[in-house]
Structure formats: structure tokens, C-alpha cells
């Protein structure tokens, strides 16, 4: 996995790096730190590093840059919180990584609309700190502490995402600036509208390629009034999965429904010091009014109870309920420690649910038969899992054997008319599949946009689509 | 209203006129009476006739007629049920009709998954009706028996949408026929996905102008266990709008909250042989368990209470249930009968919920001047409510007061940060206010994305945006 990636640089006139330092000053940064630290993200790709890293505090300086880099045909590639997992932010043509960071501020919370405007850099747990007191929350939770900019361009998702929806669902508007250094604000912030193309759903998981986010109005949701949350342990992956279909098809309003393999249990129990049994696991949350959380329950306990899942332990306490969530958005750190100093190569298929069981068996069957170890954690509420491969970074026998795994699964995903990538998106890792997944035509619409929108191919050059 | 619309007429060359009809026979039409049915809507305008109809049985047949127009440059409008609203059907330009009621094959229901794909020209009222043995039902529901196709087409929603979204939210994927007659599936049936651009919401509200809906594949929802429905009657309209401005707040999952004014009260009760109270009033369902419909009731009543609202009157059997809502969706067409052999022009803005009470108030005090009738429906929990105004359709004097009365309205609901169209879309008559709403930006964005896909402007030539 070491291997490096073919040098496609475009050299970076020095008059634009002069015209950036006349308006960043020290928010320019050319050292070789700065660059090394956005020349990366959390994929197993080696860091490609950017040229030059600009910190921007507004959109109105996101819009200059555009200016300068449209006019230079400069790369520009956004950062928010360094966090995506398939090479989305590896300068791979060089450039300017524009570094939203600083952008992190709160700007309304309109708390009668259940809405909530922030820029791009602000982080979803940030988020929900500043809103506390409103009795809001947003319940969108990518495993990493994301910016909301990051996670709108990836159309991410996480835990909740069975109840709440994803990204797509959850921005109402969008303030992007454009290629040529135009802002454009994408709708208002009426639940629904019918006024033309949807800007806002072009531009959310468009992963900097079409448009740079700078502002996100986002929807809230009342914090339930009661929130109850359990764990149940089955004997098999399978039983685990099919209470989870049946819990779907029945339509109860899980707020989350989430599935850990045994492996995925043991490392978050050394991770994280909790005791959890280390077989197949679900762990529920409920939310609702107190007498609708019980009636859920005792819904879900009825379909677990016939698949062989053992009786539920709760997790009563907000503190212990927020030990369990924190563990489980800790699993992809935790799996880590598994193999200690491996690198991990984590998949993201998601199938219509009654395939669901099939594709995870079959890609067990085969994991089984790997030579390094593995976890599963899934959204199975979604049809989404993830597999992570904890791989020996200096053994490229390994890094192949795990791209031969990858290959297969998303190949049953995508036979199963679901898709490579749920909620990680595409970056660099998943192009491969791009065609495999949406054929020739629909990838020539998606290339005509991108060069409709983006004619000197200057943003995020090199991802999603090739030119 | 009857001025007619400037000639922008292409004419359609006599080759492919042949060609169609070599391949259609007598599937191809120039009867007057024919173009007549198909070059009108439910719009005030007055019919523009298109040249040529073809009646298409499948997604290979529309391809074929896509990529003939396009070789000729000849106007190619979609047409499904005929009731669009705004002029979208009008053959502003010529050319031909696409006529796709003929594609009404449900083509699979997979109950497990809770997705059916059926043919554009399906409506919904047949879908619902094949696949009631299933438990299950798809919530979208215009006035009209709308078709599926341009139900997505139009982003269209209706009185289920508080609960369960609008099409947007609705359509998983889509069968698409492009200006060069190429078939794109636009995406998979997993629930979500992060695999390169949305061409799914991208088609879906683009009003046949980016491409030709073949085939759709929507969510369905489990029927609920239990359903009841309640009408509760206000002393004003500000009481009503204020109850479901709390009710929305308080995060209560109504399935439906629709406001009716005295008048539309009124003639509801005239065109459905009701009796209900004729003040201003809110239709009630909710869907659940019983216990959680008994609870989201005594929250509901307990806050209407709080405004004056009087005692629920409980619609408890599924035939009263049915014809409330019948009557309710027969609105429109009541309304027309208050004002016999009037024409309506009908308004649809959507503003953020705070905005609610204040842009209906002050929209029916400029109502209250006017020199025709009115009523007034709404979508309330969404924020969105239609004036329905009855005008003379030989008086010059009346349509232009109404425009001007919509102008006004649509300045205070974008003032507002909403939009001025919550569900009915742009068409022609709206738009006049897509600079207004949009910005020059964003509307270069859009026409940019029309060149894109569309380079030859023959589809549903000259609506949504100017080329």
C-alpha cells in the first residue's frame, strides 16, 4: 500500500503564491509540517503533499482563492478535519490545500425552524455543545469528529443515520463558492421546494470536486424526551442481521441499530475497559416518549428473542450510555490496536436490507480465510458494514490480498444493487469502482458536470471522476 | 390570462415526423384533438399545442424518440398525468409530446426492502392499490392521481409530507433517457450511498428538462398498525397556524396537519356533501401504535387547547377517514365551484415555520382587498399553503390584481427565506421569480448544468430557466 502514486503535479506559479501571501500573510503556509499535515487523511494512501496550505476565515477569502487558483489553474483541495478515509484530500496533482479550520463559527441556531447555520469548519460535536440548552441536537455522527463542511461534501452518516437520515437528507442549504470565485447560497431554509435544480443535492458528496462549502444550514431535531439504550448478543452474525431485517420491515423507529462482530467487541472492550460479551452484538438506542421507548423495546426484544438473542442489558445512565457510544465510535481506533502498528483498510459497501445477510456471510466466508485479522462494525439498520483489515504496512502481499477482498465485496454489493461506498465516499480508493457501480452513461453525466461546473478542472482535481 | 404567449415555434422537419411514425404507427398522433388534450395542464394559460404526440410503451422506445428529436432539434416535452400546474406541459417551442401513460407497469415490489420500481406513467393512487396486499403504502400524495414519473419530475409532495417527505426524499433511483437518447440508471436500492454525484436529485424536480424519467423506484412505508384522523376548528387562522408551529416544535411525528380557511371550508362542504364547522381549521392524522396515536393526540389536543382550538371531532372509522381526505384533496376542484366557471390561479409558497403565522396574516390581509373569492389550503407543518384564487377568465383586470397579489406573496416568503414553490414547481409561471429567489449565481449554475446535459435544448425547451 506503499506504493507511490504517479506523479500528475502542475506546477504552482510563483505569482499566485505571491498573491496568496499578499492577502493570507502567515495564513500561508509553505513548511514542510503544515503541508505534510494536509497531505494526508486517514486512509492507507502515503501523504501527497499540497504546496502551499491556506487557512481561510470567511467565504469571501475562500472566494479569492478561487479567483487566484481559477485564473492560475492552481489545485485547490478544502480541508476541514482531516478525516476521510479513501485519499480524499492527497494533493495529487499539488496545489493549494485550503484549510477551513478556522472557519468555525456557530452563525444562527433558529431554534423554531429546527435549523441551525454554521461555517464549514465547525465540527459536529461542537455542534452539539453550542446548541445544548436549545433542547436540539443534530444527530448526524461520522465516527470522527468531522467539520460539518467535511461531512456535507461526503454525504457522511454514521449511527443515527436509520432514524434521521444521512447528510443528504439533513442539509437544508448551502453557502459554495464556486470555481470562478462566485458565492452561491443553494436554497433557503424551507423544508421543501420545488424551485429548480437542487442545488444543495449536487454539491452534498461532491467531495470539493464541483464546489467549495463554506457555510451549512443544517436540520435539528428535539432531544427526545426519553433515550434508552441496550445491548443483546446473538450466537451467529446471521441471527444478529435477520432481527435487524425484521426490525426494519416491521417499521419500528430504532434510532440506531448497530452490529459489532465479535473481534470488533473484543477490541472495543480493551480500548475502551468495558466487559461486553464477545460474541456477535447489536447495540440499540431508543428514542421517543417514555411510554413509545418501551413499546419499541419491547418490540425489538420480541424479534431478537426468536433469533436466538440473549436478554438485553441496559445502559440506563446517560454516562453509561455515552461510554457505549463512545466506545462504538472508538471501534476504528480500537480495531487498530488489534494488530498494534498496523495500517487498516476499511470497506463501506451498503445493500438493500434483504441482502444484507448474504453479503456479510459470504464476505466472512472469505475474511476467514485472510491472513490478517479483521472487524466488522455495520449501520445495519442501512444495509451499510464495515470491514477493517488491519494490515502490516511493509507487507504488500497484504495490502493486495486486502484489495482482492475489497474487490470481491464490492462486486457482491454491487450485484446486490447496492453500492461501494454508503458513506465514506469516493476519494481516490473507490474510482475503481465508479463504472462497475453507474456504467459508462451515467458516469459521462457526471463527468459533463463536473466540467460544467469546474471547466479548468482545478477542484479537488483527480477524485470521484477522472477528467 | 388569456394573452397569448410569444411564438417560439421550431417547426419539426418532415423526416422526423416519418421517422416516428415508422417506428410508432399509429402511437404517433397529429389529431387536433390529440395535441389539444396534450398541450394544456391545470395552469391558467392557455393551451400551446404541441406537433406531435407519441404514446411510448418503454424506456427503449423513449430513447429512441430522444435521440430522433435530438438529431432534428425538435422539442421533446414528457407527459404523464396532464396535471402539473404551471404551464410545464405547454409546447412553448413545438415539437413533440412524449406521452408515457402507457408505461403503468408496477415492474417490482420488494416488500422486504420497502421499495417498489414501476413505470413513470403509474400513478399513485394504482400503485397504492397494487401493493396494499403487501402491508405496505407509498405517502406521496398531490391533489391529483398524479404519475410517479412527474411526481419526481415536479419534486412533488402533498399532505403526507410532515411525516414522511416529499419525492426528494422519496425517490431512490430513477431510470433516466438523456437528450441523446443514452438510459442511465441513476442509482442502486441501497438506503444511502456516497458514490459520486446524486444523479437521483438531480433529475428529481427538473421538470423533464435534464432528461426523461423512464422508470422510478420509490420508498414504501409499513401500514400503520394504527391510523386516526381528527378535524379541530380555531377561532382564527393565527391560532390554527400558531398550534402547528408548536405541535412541529415539539417534534410530535404527525403524519398529517392540513389547513383548511372558512371559505375552503366551505366549499369543501358544498362540492363533498360535508358538514363540517366552516371556521378556519386543522385535519389531523396520526399513524402508530394505538398507544402512540393516543399519545401524540393528547399532546396535539393539549396544544391546541392552548389556542383556542375546540373539541377534536375524531374521523375513527376508515370510510370517514377516507372521505375527509378525499374531500380534502378535492380542495381545489371545490373551490373552483364557488365561482362557477371561474379559473384558478393557484399559489404555493413555503417559508421556515416561524415565518408561518406572519406570511399567511399578512398575505390575507392583502386577500381580504381583492375584488374576487379565495381559499386558502395548506401544508402547514412544512411551512407550505396555497391561495387558490377564483378569477374571471374573461377579466384582464382580475388576472393581473392576482399576479400582482402572487408577486407580493412570493417577495414576503423569500423575504422570509423561503421559496416560491414548496411543491408544484416552476413550469412557466414561476419563472419570473427564479432571479429573485436564486441569485444570477446560482442560476448560472443551473443554466450550466441544462447546456451540460441537454446541449441541443430540446428537452421541455424554455421552462424552469432561460437558456
Not at 461534501?153 to 443528504?168: I, P, Q
Not at 443535492?201 to 435539528?220: A, D, K, M, P, Q
Request: hydrophobic share 40%; with cysteine; proline share 5%.
Amino acid at each position: 500500500m506503499n506504493a507511490p502514486l504517479p506523479d500528475l503535479r502542475r506546477p504552482v506559479p510563483p505569482a499566485c503564491l505571491e498573491a496568496l501571501g499578499a492577502i493570507f500573510g502567515d495564513r500561508l503556509s509553505v513548511s514542510a509540517a503544515v503541508r505534510e499535515h494536509h497531505g494526508r487523511d486517514e486512509s492507507p494512501y502515503p501523504p501527497m503533499l499540497p504546496d502551499a496550505v491556506v487557512f481561510a476565515q470567511n467565504t469571501d477569502e475562500v472566494a479569492q482563492v478561487a479567483r487566484l487558483c481559477n485564473e492560475h489553474r492552481v489545485p485547490l483541495i478544502p480541508y476541514g478535519a482531516g478525516s476521510s478515509l479513501e485519499g480524499h484530500l492527497l494533493a495529487i496533482e499539488g496545489g493549494i490545500s485550503l484549510d477551513l479550520s478556522q472557519m468555525n463559527q456557530v452563525l444562527s441556531v433558529n431554534a423554531e425552524d429546527l435549523t441551525a447555520t454554521v461555517q464549514a469548519g465547525v465540527t459536529r460535536k461542537q455542534l452539539n455543545e453550542e446548541i445544548r440548552s436549545t433542547g436540539l441536537f443534530f444527530p448526524i455522527d461520522p465516527g470522527a469528529d468531522a467539520s460539518l463542511g467535511g461531512m456535507a461534501a461526503t454525504r457522511a452518516s454514521g449511527t443515527n443515520a436509520v432514524r434521521y437520515g444521512t447528510m443528504r437528507e439533513n442539509v437544508m442549504s448551502l453557502t459554495v463558492v464556486t470555481a470562478d470565485g462566485r458565492v452561491v447560497r443553494t436554497a433557503g431554509r424551507a423544508r421543501k421546494s420545488s424551485a429548480g435544480y437542487d442545488l444543495t443535492r449536487i454539491f452534498v458528496g461532491s467531495e470539493g470536486t464541483l464546489g467549495i462549502i463554506t457555510e451549512v444550514t443544517v436540520r435539528l431535531y428535539p432531544q427526545p424526551e426519553a433515550v434508552s439504550a441496550a445491548v443483546c448478543n446473538f450466537p451467529s452474525l446471521d441471527d444478529a442481521v435477520q432481527s435487524v431485517i425484521e426490525i426494519i420491515q416491521m417499521g419500528v423507529p430504532v434510532a440506531r441499530v448497530e452490529f459489532m462482530d465479535a473481534a470488533a467487541v473484543r477490541a472495543v472492550n480493551l480500548y475502551s475497559k468495558l466487559t461486553l460479551r464477545e460474541t456477535p452484538m447489536l447495540v440499540f438506542e431508543f428514542h421517543g416518549s417514555p411510554a413509545g421507548v418501551q413499546e419499541q423495546a419491547e418490540t425489538v426484544q420480541a424479534i431478537t428473542a426468536e433469533h436466538g438473542g440473549m436478554d438485553f442489558e441496559w445502559a440506563e445512565r446517560p454516562e453509561d450510555r455515552n461510554r457505549l457510544w463512545t466506545a462504538r465510535h472508538n471501534a476504528y481506533f480500537a480495531g487498530l490496536q488489534l494488530r498494534p502498528g498496523c495500517r487498516a483498510s476499511t470497506t463501506d459497501v451498503c445493500v438493500p436490507i434483504s441482502r444484507l445477510a448474504d453479503c456479510v456471510r459470504e464476505t466472512v466466508d472469505e475474511l476467514d480465510q485472510a491472513s490478517f485479522p479483521y472487524t466488522i462494525v455495520g449501520h445495519v439498520g442501512d444495509g451499510n458494514f464495515h470491514v477493517l483489515m488491519l494490515l502490516d504496512g511493509d507487507n504488500e502481499a497484504e495490502w493486495q490480498e486486502s484489495e482482492t477482498i475489497n474487490h470481491n465485496l464490492v462486486r457482491r454489493a454491487i450485484a446486490a444493487d447496492g453500492t461501494c461506498t454508503g458513506e465514506h465516499g469516493v476519494g481516490l480508493h473507490k474510482m475503481q469502482f465508479m463504472q462497475q457501480e453507474h456504467g459508462d452513461d451515467a458516469l459521462a453525466l457526471m463527468r459533463s458536470l463536473k466540467h460544467a461546473f469546474d471547466p479548468n478542472n482545478i477542484l479537488n482535481p483527480g477524485k470521484i471522476i477522472a477528467w
